[in-house]
Nanobody, 114 residues
Framework: QVQLVESGGGLVQAGGSLRLSCAAS????????MGWYRQAPEKERELVAI???????NYADSVKGRFTISRDNAKNTVYLQMSSLKPEDTAVYYC????????WGQGTQVTVSS
């Protein structure tokens, strides 16, 4: 089973930027789509952005124009570039690999202060 490890979270002021990374083990990464999700306290986990194995992307309305998802198949890594961050972006961010095991990372905390 693929292991996913997120990194890049932290504390940032509103208006700032962060780049999250999700590194995957194994050799099948390039075969599957990837997604970034987030879960704020006392809220449901929600989809933030997805990228297909071919590189097509889609975003939640709340992050369009501010977040960019990308992938580097040579490095088995997917990224989430987050700009113009808002306090409401505060959440634990998870990556997900849409493989037969439906693999998830452990999450990385993003906190945006006002």
């Amino acid at each position: 089973q693929v292991q996913l490890v997120e990194s890049g979270g932290g504390l940032v002021q509103a208006g700032g930027s962060l780049r999250l990374s999700c590194a995957a083990s194994g050799s099948t990464f390039r075969l599957y789509g990837m997604g970034w999700y987030r879960q704020a306290p006392e809220k449901e986990r929600e989809l933030v952005a997805i990228i297909s194995q071919g590189g097509s992307t889609n975003y939640a309305d709340s992050v369009k124009g501010r977040f960019t998802i990308s992938r580097d198949n040579a490095k088995n890594t997917v990224y989430l570039q987050m700009s113009s961050l808002k306090p409401e972006d505060t959440a634990v961010y998870y990556c997900r690999l849409y493989d037969p095991y439906d693999s998830w990372g452990q999450g990385t905390q993003v906190t945006v202060s006002s």
